[in-house]
């Protein structure tokens, strides 16, 4: 359909003098309102006030303007429908044959801290979204732009055909204005469920969305499709919010690894630490005193499995670092910045290895819905933010004030291993802590510990050349949940574990404490329990 008349109001006002001058070029004549008005008119472009257009005067500080019949019957008229076109010259109406419109910044607003509920709701937008929807309704009829990165495109397709643009065209930008709509009423339902009471065994509802998707190559497996959507504004340094400065696509199962490398890697947030994660666990995880020794200490918790692993790291990777990795395979590497010189290092190495920046500053977990889609229905959480409810020595031995340190390490990277967990970890420098052996998502709570993180403890002191005894006895081991027999004690002590940290509460507990005077074992309570299935 050919453009003649168009209608701009937007909010973030950045290329909207260039998109006019564009339309004006085409004898497209202007609609506006407010401060796009001014501000078309300052580039000296002539300019319509939609109040001139309709005949009535903004109202309510500017809350009515668009809400008009001559606005949307300009908007939603079918053109050659012969009962409309009369409608249409009986009551002097005309036709909106484009609308540009991007609405105000609620998301912005309700992001800041100190927001107050009036300034939430002012920022409502009413009339962007009704002239949006419109548009799009009659998009066989009607241009709708609501993302200024559309502006260029439009103006190709009416270059290309005489001021027209196409129905596919139409089409794409109409799906982009619901898609969006959905996202800005999404973020206002959000803020508005938590300042609301609900009934006593009631919640309200949870409304997501999510910007368009990216398809990737396959899923989990070749033989399954898949997409990558993000949310609109994430709020905080994510693997959906990353920049990919070289390296294959992402797939699947490397945003999968990258969103677990990040959420475990987050714990260390302010020192110096790796997160190595295979098939969505934690394989390598340590401090360092400079992020070459810490990464050095990840690898080593599991050099067999961090082979094709996705590693985060807490500091810019710098060269010492990125030589490290020289004969190492390795899927993704995510880190708050590079220096140029690891940079150029690391796109030498391989041109497959993906190496991501975050684009916002890595910080401590924010709370946040945690969402998990089942069959028919989605789950949702809070974010498992804790640590522990208290801290309780119910044995005869007592734990060592100076062992906590490693004790909050050893929690902080078993509440990230799949359950049942259980995780060694030891302080292999002075204040500087590393995983020795991690046993994940077990039935049995004592294969957890016998068959696998015990094993794994004993293989990566032995290809470190450490005294396994001796060792082990100054290590801690941390349960995500509470032991309910005595069995994995028993077990604990034969590998000459002297120090455990689990939540507490099992109706066994006396029994459990018992056996860890039995044996010398040292053992504090939490109180708090860390599933991760």
């Not at 429908?81 to 607003?109: K, Q, S, W």
Request: aromatic share 6%; proline share 5%; with cysteine.
């Amino acid at each position: 359909m050919k453009i003649r008349r168009a209608l701009l109001s937007v909010s973030d006002k950045a290329g909207v003098v260039e998109f006019a001058r564009g339309l004006h070029e085409f004898g497209v004549e202007l609609l506006s309102t407010g401060g796009t008005a001014k501000t078309l008119q300052a580039a000296g472009l002539p300019v319509k006030d939609v109040s001139a257009f309709t005949g009535f005067p903004e109202m309510l500080d500017g809350r009515v303007k668009t809400l008009h019949p001559k606005v949307h019957a300009g908007l939603l008229y079918l053109r050659g429908n012969d009962e409309h076109e009369a409608t249409m010259r009986e009551h002097g109406l005309e036709p909106i044959d484009l609308v540009c419109v991007n609405l105000y910044p609620f998301e912005e607003t309700v992001a800041k801290p100190d927001v107050t509920f009036e300034d939430a709701i002012e920022n409502i937008d009413i009339g962007g979204p009704t002239m949006l929807r419109s548009a799009a309704k009659n998009h066989a009829h009607v241009t709708v732009v609501c993302d200024a990165s559309d502006y260029a495109p439009v103006l190709d397709a009416m270059k290309a055909s005489d001021g027209e643009t196409s129905e596919a065209l139409r089409r794409q930008l109409a799906l982009k204005v619901f898609s969006r709509v959905a996202l800005y009423n999404a973020a206002i339902a959000a803020y508005l469920s938590g300042q609301v009471e609900v009934a006593e065994g009631a919640a309200p509802p949870f409304v997501a969305a999510f910007d368009g998707g990216v398809p990737l190559r396959y899923g989990e497996n070749p033989h399954q499709s898949a997409v990558f959507y993000k949310r609109h504004q994430p709020g905080e340094a994510c693997i959906a919010d990353c920049t990919i400065l070289h390296g294959k696509e992402m797939s699947y199962n490397n945003y999968l690894d990258g969103d677990a490398a990040l959420e475990v890697a987050r714990e260390l947030a302010g020192s110096t630490g790796v997160a190595i994660i295979k098939h969505s666990n934690p394989c390598g995880y340590a401090t360092g005193a400079t992020l070459r020794e810490a990464m050095e200490a990840a690898w080593a918790g599991d050099s067999v499995s961090a082979f094709g692993s996705v590693i985060a790291v807490t500091r810019p990777v710098d060269l010492e670092t990125a030589e490290f990795l020289k004969d190492r395979f390795v899927e993704v590497l995510i880190a708050p910045d590079f220096e140029a010189e690891a940079l150029e290092f690391l796109k030498a190495k391989s041109k497959q290895i993906r190496l991501l920046i975050l684009r916002q500053p890595l910080q401590a977990a924010k709370p946040s819905p945690v969402l998990r889609q089942i069959q028919g229905g989605l789950l949702v959480q809070d974010r498992d933010l804790g640590l522990s409810a208290h801290w309780m020595t119910p044995t005869s031995e007592a734990f060592p004030e100076e062992k906590r340190g490693l004790a909050d390490f050893g929690i902080k990277v078993c509440k990230h291993v799949k359950s049942n967990a259980i995780v060694i970890v030891n302080e292999y420098q002075p204040g500087q802590y590393m995983l020795l052996g991690m046993g994940a998502g077990q039935p049995n709570r004592v294969d957890a510990l016998r068959k696998l993180a015990v094993p794994r403890a004993e293989a990566t002191l032995a290809e470190q050349g450490r005294d396994r005894d001796s060792v082990l006895a100054e290590s801690i081991l941390v349960s995500d949940a509470f032991f309910p027999f005595p069995d994995n004690i028993e077990e604990a002590a034969r590998a000459g574990i002297r120090f455990i940290i689990q939540p507490g509460g099992s109706r066994k507990d006396e029994d459990v404490v018992a056996a860890c005077d039995d044996h010398g074992i040292a053992m504090a309570f939490t109180g708090m329990r860390h599933f991760k299935h």
